[in-house]
């Protein structure tokens, strides 16, 4: 089993940036391929990052390429998001996903722990 929390989360104004992490606990996250998803209330949740095992490949939606950079210390056994020029649009709750199958990783289906989410709130 592993637990994830995330952190960093928060308010900043548009054109800001913020930097989350998900930190995991119970087992090493060196094995697993992890994703970053956010949804807002209401709406489905959406992918945004994915990363494998050691991070030879990164998948990003395309809405927050270059704006958004999704990377990993797995000694650190933490996986972080980095969120630059941030919009109003990006205002939703955050949550990080471990998949223990490097496939399909732009989907929901794909992760099997999700940690409990972080808000970001983006003010215009």
């Known amino acids: 089993q592993v637990q994830l929390v995330e952190s960093g989360g928060g308010l900043v104004q548009a054109g800001g940036s913020l930097r989350l992490s998900c930190a995991a606990s119970?087992?090493?996250?060196?094995?697993?391929?992890m994703g970053w998803f956010r949804q807002v209330l209401g709406k489905e949740r959406e992918f945004l990052a994915a990363?494998?095992?050691?991070?030879?490949?990164?998948y990003y939606k395309d809405s927050v390429k270059g704006r958004f950079t999704i990377f990993r210390d797995n000694a650190k056994n933490t996986v972080y998001l980095q969120m630059n020029s941030l919009k109003p649009e990006d205002t939703a709750v955050y949550y990080c996903?471990?998949?223990?199958?490097?496939?399909?990783?732009?989907?929901?289906?794909?992760?099997?722990?999700w940690g409990q989410g972080t808000q970001v709130t983006v003010s215009s």
């Open positions: 996903a471990a998949a223990t199958w490097p496939h399909q990783l732009t989907t929901q289906r794909a992760y099997d722990y």
């Open positions: 119970g087992r090493t996250l060196s094995p697993y391929a």
């Open positions: 990363i494998s095992q050691i991070a030879e490949n990164t």
